[in-house]
C-alpha cells in the first residue's frame, strides 16, 4: 500500500465553500473587503481562520492578538477534534437558523457561534492544565460576547445558540451532540454546593429561551425545555416540559427537537 504523501492535504469542502463566499461577498459588498480577506480569504484553512477570529475577537489591552493568535494555533494543531467541533456547529447553526443563509455567516457575524469556539479553545487550555490562561478565556468571551461558559463544563458538537445573550453554563455541566438553545439559557447550580453540581444534558435536546436548569440533574435525550421553565428535577427522554417549576406537558413531538426547532406546546398543553 503507498504511502500517503504527508505534504498533499485533503479538501475541505466546509472550507471551501466558505472561501466561494467570502469571494462572493467581496463582490457584493467591497466596503466589507478588509474584513472578509483578513478572515477568510487570507488564511489557508479554517482552523487558520478559527485562530484568527477567537484571537481578534478577545484581544484586549490584557493581552495581545498576537499571543491568543499562538495559544489558538497550538490548540488546533495538537487536537484536531476542535475543528472538526466547529465545523459541525456550522453545520448545526445553517441548517437550524433560518436567519442563515451561508457558512460565512456565523463566522462572521454570530456571537453563539463564536463564543463556542472561544469556549472549546479554553477547554482545551484547562485539559491541559493551563487553567488561569482558560479563565482569561472565559472572562474576555463573556466580556465580548455576553455569554458564559465555565471552561471545565464540557460540551459535544453540533451545538447551536440562537441570538446568544446572556448564557450560564457552570463548570460541571455537560451538554451532549446536536444540542440547540436560545438567549438566556442557564444551565447552573441550586446553591452553594461544590463538586458535581450542574446539569447534564443530552443529545439532541433543544432549550427554549430563557429557560433555567438547575442542579446536578438529567435531562434525557430529544427532549424539549419550554420557554422561561425553571427545571429542577430530572426529565426523561423525549418529553417536553413547561412551567415554574417545570411538569411534563407532553411528548417531544418529534425524534429530533433541535434540528426541528419547534418551540409551540400542542393545543393539549
Given at each position: ?13 466546509v472550507w471551501e465553500q466558505i472561501k466561494r463566499e467570502a469571494e462572493q461577498a467581496v463582490q457584493d459588498e467591497p ?17 487558520q481562520a478559527l485562530g484568527y477570529r477567537i484571537s481578534l475577537k478577545l484581544a484586549s489591552g490584557e493581552m495581545s ?145 430563557g429557560a433555567k436548569v438547575l442542579g446536578n440533574i438529567k435531562v434525557g435525550n430529544c427532549s424539549r425545555i419550554a ?43
Open positions: 500500500m503507498a504511502k500517503r504523501h504527508p505534504q498533499v492535504s485533503e479538501i475541505d469542502p466596503l466589507l473587503g478588509g474584513l472578509v480577506h483578513s478572515s477568510f480569504l487570507h488564511h489557508k484553512s479554517i482552523e492578538e498576537q499571543l491568543l493568535r499562538e495559544i489558538c494555533d497550538k490548540a488546533y494543531a495538537a487536537d484536531e477534534g476542535l475543528a472538526m467541533a466547529a465545523r459541525a456547529d456550522l453545520s448545526a447553526v445553517y441548517d437550524r437558523d433560518p436567519a442563515c443563509h451561508r457558512l460565512m455567516q456565523p463566522m462572521l457575524f454570530f456571537k453563539g457561534f463564536q463564543a463556542i469556539q472561544c469556549y472549546r479553545v479554553g477547554h482545551w487550555l484547562w485539559r491541559q492544565g493551563r487553567t488561569d490562561m482558560a479563565y482569561f478565556f472565559q472572562m474576555r468571551s463573556s466580556e465580548v460576547f455576553g455569554i458564559d461558559i465555565h471552561p471545565a463544563a464540557r460540551i459535544g458538537q453540533g451545538i447551536m445558540i440562537d441570538h446568544a445573550h446572556s448564557i450560564v453554563i457552570g463548570e460541571t455541566a455537560v451538554v451532549g451532540d446536536n444540542v440547540s438553545m436560545l438567549h438566556s439559557v442557564t444551565l447552573g447550580g441550586t446553591g452553594k454546593e461544590e463538586e458535581d453540581r450542574h446539569p447534564k444534558i443530552g443529545n439532541g435536546v433543544l432549550i427554549g429561551a420557554a422561561g421553565s425553571v427545571v429542577l428535577e430530572e426529565v426523561p427522554p423525549c418529553k417536553t416540559v413547561a412551567g415554574i417549576p417545570a411538569r411534563i406537558v407532553g411528548e417531544a413531538g418529534c425524534a429530533q427537537p433541535s434540528i426541528s426547532m419547534d418551540h409551540m406546546l400542542g393545543k393539549d398543553h
